[in-house]
């Protein structure tokens, strides 16, 4: 007696806690203009949806039903919710009521649509009237799989009801349908169609709750009294009641007609209208109570609870009653253990009405995920768009994926999460819709695919879900591939305009260009424009105000989305564009997280205002209460959040960036038993800034919560204002999370990430030891080696031997001192070339002899220079590209001033180690005459006869072939004390510098020019010339150095890693490969030494990680075949270890480690004591 006293009380407890909410809710909300929803009755996520249709085609009309229209042309039991593409309205009955002296044998041309008057419709969740003006009143209602209908008509007239199984508005055609009458109380049938549902199929039984006298069946053209069934493409039926008042109970199935009768006894719908609308509002009022809002403003409640009502209308129970539902192979199948659901609108509904799901219908969740893993199984790829069993293929994207990593990231179970991880690659990895040139280019190209932009923007995103799953369950693998991938947005980025941009298959972009066009899903953005779409990189906020140059930037531009005219350009422009603010458009999916960035740029104040200003202008209760398509729950879900105070910014990230909230109070009642309460204070229309905000009680000092901290029940504060607090979370520890992350530069632990680096060195050294020991180069994707000569001549080793003293590498540099002693040897009869053996062994021989102090050392260095010597023996003193080993022989005379210049060093050094002046008098005369070979305006070109001293490739630059021609000048200078090169180098870079360089929008850059004329022909910069910034600090220009080195680090920013060669105006790739290259690296270095700057710690952390991600694998460090796939490929270059791992650890560790005053690097960073 006590436990049933105590259940009585608990029940009680709970009902009487719920409050009527139901009375809030205006299912005319958004009925007129393009909101496309429809008023009729439904139950939560109810397989019926029973509704008034106005029997007219068009865009407004794609539910049916738009309030503008004056029209019902019938009650048919299946709509769509808010979708841009008219489909369903099957089963379609509609009363109607005859002078009692009517001619029945005109009934095949009398017309049952009827006039109606607003003032008599009324609707409430689960409950639909209407009397027309043929004075025949209306009644609906619905459970899960069933409609009912109840007409009452006017007593002085005759009452008849139309089926018309023909009806059809918008894409909808029927193909086959079917009508039997197996009694007169009941009937059955179904409706076989194509539209946007390709294969749709609606099978149904009728009960009349009384028996109709007589009947008509036939089609749309011939409608003969009697007859028991009949099919055709258009079966019609009338019948004739002798009763004022008749109740028609319809329930549905996608498989049989039997499935529909089975349907309709689950639902016990043989019980009163009454008793199943209160049923109906019960479960509505059950769903409303888990959000429970106060507010003295009535129409703030109505508009609030009508949203939170709309994202209960998709997706829909498809399963039968014995879980069998139709698939998209067209057969039947069976939901084990879970509820199939339909109408997946997934590019829309990823951004807000899932995650809304994840809070408010948890225990949905695991059959929503089922339902897409079934349609995996049977279709083979996870859900675009799915309609009543059909995969439409609609919109862009594979949205299932975030959905998906949505439920598994924060924890939810009941479906197979390696199935679902499996699908998820399968999705991404198949060759339509682009995704075939998105995975070879590393974007969509715009003259192949249309809406290239936007689906290359939504393929990243979608792939940064997928290795957000595969970190989760340990693929590491998987997590750096689709990782590298979900940085595909950046090679679409054009820095000259600011935009996202059509990129043509040659990587040009496609002009002209017009961020304000828009050609309705035929160009490069779907539904939208540049303005509109450019800002959709949710997964990493900070990696795109990276790419518009740091946050000032950034945030100007994203103000201008808002200020700037709402005009929208273009023939075939969207009618999805729609509820504009400046070119920002509510009305469409695309610009709903881009109100809430200004949380990443530390002005959170810009957030709360436009956010308010949404909501309170572009919703709001009446029928023109929406500015756009609903979209199956997404316009409406944004709401919700929204009102409530926060959203799901990145929709799969387990966070909530906060926004402006509308209420006084609201309650989360969550399924465990816990709430979760925001309270807003002192908030109203005017006060709609945040003063403060606390969690629990604590200050909240970032601008986002996390789901966690929700579910786990609490209490969110906000303190509101009339005025803007623009200090609150305007540093960079309050920002959202992103991919790149916002570094404070004192934070960086210097010791850790110099360890670090020395642990990469070290994997990359143990590569090469498993897999090319003895060789000059590993080659990491094959994990085989490859020589430069018919013999080895340990390029690998000896470049790395130098770092490892340097790192304290004992061991390593024990080992590998023993194999350069040991086996190296130049006594062969080989064509060495002169430039790179000199700068790698050479130099790397004379350094390692300084470091370590073992003669051999200098005795191999000596023999080599001995033979590399007679490599000067050309007419003009400049050396020939290539020499014998072993005879002297020499070829090559086409050389260029990098190969002629880049040997002072270690010629020099030689010289002066070893007493013999031959070295330094042959290397500086090599010097002199290419120097002295300049243009009257003071520049060299690219190529040069060395006998003749005529010039072959007159242009100039300071790229490869002419690049280290200049640092040797003034690092000849600073290792030797001779004036001559110092001289040499400042006449030179007046001229580099009056000529060549070149200031755009997109930065500071040296171009490539005349070296007669000086004038600019191409603008092209790569991973060599970031080298610059480095020479010009070492020559004292430090201006230029740092506006240079912002520039490199755009350029590795940009594409994720710096490209071989691209057009720094247009930001056109045209060398895509990175080999693993220093020079950036080492200007940061050389820059953090001279000016103790932290910003280029920041970016060294910038250039390891970037490394670290798509560069390194099992078998050590791989090149990039292309920046923009980040397509791994062979060798792994020696340098990496002389140079690219040394400077990224000199730029971490002590400086007593290496003495800038004392050394000066080659240019394959050997270091060379100065004597």
């Not at 209407?130 to 009452?152: F, H, P």
């Not at 429970?292 to 709309?310: A, I, M, P, W």
């Not at 103000?559 to 564009?577: Q, R």
């Not at 042959?922 to 120097?931: D, G, N, R, S």
């Amino acid at each position: 007696m006590k436990k049933l006293f105590l259940l009585t009380l608990l029940l009680y407890i709970s009902i009487s806690a719920q409050r009527n909410l139901t009375q809030y809710v205006n299912p005319f909300m958004g009925t007129n203009g393009h909101g496309h929803v429809y008023p009729g009755a439904t139950v939560p996520f109810g397989m019926v949806q029973l509704s008034p249709d106005n029997g007219r085609g068009g865009w407004d009309w794609c539910s049916g039903y738009n309030y503008s229209d004056s029209l019902i042309a019938g009650f048919s039991h299946t709509h769509l919710s808010g979708t841009g593409i008219g489909d369903l309205c099957d089963i379609s009955f509609m009363p109607t009521a005859l002078p009692k002296n009517f001619d029945e044998s005109k009934l095949s041309q009398q017309k049952f649509q009827t006039k109606f008057s607003h003032k008599n419709e009324k609707a409430e969740p689960g409950f639909y009237t209407v009397t027309l003006d043929n004075k025949v009143k209306v009644e609906l209602t619905a459970a899960l799989r069933s409609g009912i209908q109840r007409y009452t008509f006017p007593k002085n007239n005759d009452a008849y009801v139309q089926l018309d199984l023909g009806f059809a508005i918008n894409w909808d055609s029927p193909v086959e349908t079917y009508i039997k009458i197996e009694s007169p109380t009941r009937i059955v049938g179904y409706r076989l169609s194509k539209g946007w549902a390709e294969d749709q199929r609606v099978y149904f039984v009728s009960e009349f709750s009384k028996p109709f006298s007589l009947h008509w069946l036939g089609n749309d053209t011939t409608l003969p009294q009697g007859g028991t069934e009949f099919k055709s493409k258009k079966v019609k039926v009338v019948f004739k009641f002798d009763f004022n008042q008749v109740l028609i109970r319809t329930a549905i199935s996608s498989v049989s007609i039997e499935n529909a009768k089975a349907n309709l006894a689950s639902d016990k719908a043989d019980q009163s209208f009454e008793t199943i609308r209160t049923a109906a509002l019960k479960q509505w009022n059950k769903e409303l109570n888990k959000i429970q809002v106060k507010s003295k403003d009535k129409n703030l409640l109505v508009t609030f609870y009508t949203s939170l009502y709309r994202t209960m209308l998709a997706p829909v129970i498809f399963s039968d009653a014995d879980g069998s539902y139709k698939s998209p192979d067209k057969n039947a199948h069976k939901a084990e253990g879970y509820t199939k659901y339909s109408i997946f609108s997934l590019w829309d509904t990823f951004r807000a009405a899932h995650p809304l799901f994840t809070i408010t219908q948890p225990e949905r969740i695991g059959d929503m995920i089922n339902s897409m893993l079934a349609h995996y199984r049977e279709y083979g790829l996870l859900p675009v768009w799915e309609l009543d069993g059909n995969e439409t293929n609609c919109m862009i994207g594979y949205h299932a994926i975030p959905v998906i990593a949505d439920a598994i990231l924060k924890g939810f179970k009941g479906f197979d999460i390696n199935e679902a991880f499996t699908a998820m690659k399968l999705s991404a990895m198949q060759d339509q819709f682009g995704l075939k040139e998105y995975r070879e280019l590393g974007y969509v190209p715009a003259d192949k695919v249309n809406e290239s932009v936007s689906r290359t923007l939504e393929y990243a995103y979608d792939d940064w879900c997928i290795a957000q799953v595969a970190k989760h369950l340990g693929a590491e693998q998987d997590y750096k591939y689709y990782s590298s991938r979900s940085e595909y947005y950046r090679n679409l980025f054009d820095p000259t305009t600011g935009f996202m941009r059509g990129k043509l298959n040659d990587g040009k972009w496609r002009t002209p260009f017009n961020p304000k066009r828009s050609d309705h899903n035929t160009h490069d953005y779907t539904e939208g424009n540049a303005w509109q779409y450019s800002w959709f990189v949710p997964q990493n906020v900070q990696g795109l105000i990276n790419l518009h140059g740091g946050k000032e930037k950034f945030s100007l531009k994203l103000d201008s989305l808002f200020t700037i005219d709402s005009k929208v350009e273009g023939d075939n422009a969207s009618p999805d564009i729609s509820g504009l603010i400046g070119q920002y458009a509510h009305g469409n999916e695309p610009s709903h997280h881009t109100a809430y960035m200004f949380n990443f740029t530390g002005e959170a104040w810009k957030t709360q205002k436009l956010v308010n200003q949404i909501t309170r202008t572009l919703y709001n209760h009446t029928p023109d209460g929406l500015c756009g398509n609903e979209d199956c729950g997404q316009m409406s879900a944004w709401y919700v959040f929204s009102a409530l105070g926060f959203y799901p910014f990145n929709p799969a990230d387990q966070n909530y960036v906060i926004g402006s909230p509308l209420f006084d109070e609201a309650i989360i009642n969550l399924p465990n038993g816990k709430k979760f309460v925001v309270t807003a204070q002192n908030v109203s229309a005017k006060n709609i800034y945040l003063k403060s905000a606390s969690l629990n009680g604590k200050d909240l000092t970032r601008s986002y919560i996390t789901h966690e901290e929700l579910t786990q029940g609490g209490k969110l504060t906000f303190t509101m204002s009339s005025k803007p607090k623009k200090t609150l979370w305007n540093e960079a520890t309050a920002f959202p999370p992103s991919t790149t992350a916002l570094v404070n530069p004192k934070t960086i632990n210097k010791s850790e990430y110099a360890e670090k680096v020395k642990q990469e060195f070290l994997h990359a050294w143990n590569a090469y030891k498993k897999y090319a020991w003895g060789h000059d180069q590993l080659m990491p994707v094959t994990k085989t080696y490859k020589d430069w000569y018919p013999v080895p001549m340990l390029l690998t080793p000896v470049d790395a031997f130098t770092t490892m003293k340097l790192m304290k590498l004992d061991k390593e540099a024990d080992e590998t001192k023993q194999l350069i002693l040991s086996k190296l040897s130049f006594d062969h009869d080989i064509f060495g070339r002169h430039f790179e053996i000199t700068i790698r062994l050479l130099g790397g021989l004379v350094s390692a002899y300084q470091l370590d102090g073992d003669k051999k050392f200098l005795e191999l260095a000596e023999d080599l220079g001995k033979r590399l010597v007679k490599g000067f023996e050309s007419k003009t003193g400049m050396p020939y590209q290539f020499v014998n080993f072993k005879t002297g022989e020499v070829k090559g005379k086409v050389s260029n001033p990098a190969e002629i210049g880049t040997l002072m060093l270690e010629f020099g050094m030689l010289s002066k180690i070893t007493g013999n002046p031959v070295y330094y008098d042959k290397a500086k005369k090599a010097f002199v005459e290419c120097y002295n070979r300049r243009s009257p305006i003071g520049l060299v070109g690219t190529t040069i006869d060395v006998e003749t001293g005529e010039w072959k490739n007159r242009e100039s630059h300071i790229s490869g072939m002419i690049d280290s021609y200049y640092e040797y000048m003034i690092k000849a200078y600073m290792l030797f004390g001779d004036e001559d090169f110092k001289k040499m180098y400042y006449t030179s870079m007046d001229a580099v510098n009056k000529y060549l360089t070149e200031e755009t929008s997109t930065g500071f850059w040296y171009g490539h020019g005349d070296m007669k004329t000086g004038k600019i022909t191409r603008s092209l910069f790569g991973a060599l010339d970031a080298f610059m910034p480095a020479m010009l600090l070492i020559g004292g220009d430090l201006t230029r150095a740092e506006k240079m080195q912002e520039s490199c680090y755009k350029m590795w920013t940009h594409f994720g890693i710096e490209p071989e060669e691209f057009n720094y105006r247009t930001f056109e790739i045209t060398y895509p490969n990175y080999v693993l290259r220093p020079e950036i690296i080492e200007s940061a270095f050389y820059l953090y030494r001279s000016t103790k700057n932290e910003k280029y710690l920041e970016m060294g952390k910038t250039f390891y990680e970037s490394l670290v991600n798509y560069c390194r694998i099992d078998e050590g460090y791989a090149s990039l075949k292309s920046v923009m796939t980040k397509e791994k490929e062979n060798p792994m270059e020696s340098f990496f270890f002389a140079e690219t791992l040394k400077y990224l650890y000199l730029l971490f560790a002590p400086e007593e480690t290496l003495d800038l005053s004392k050394y000066v690097f080659n240019t394959e960073a050997h270091p060379l004591r100065k004597q």
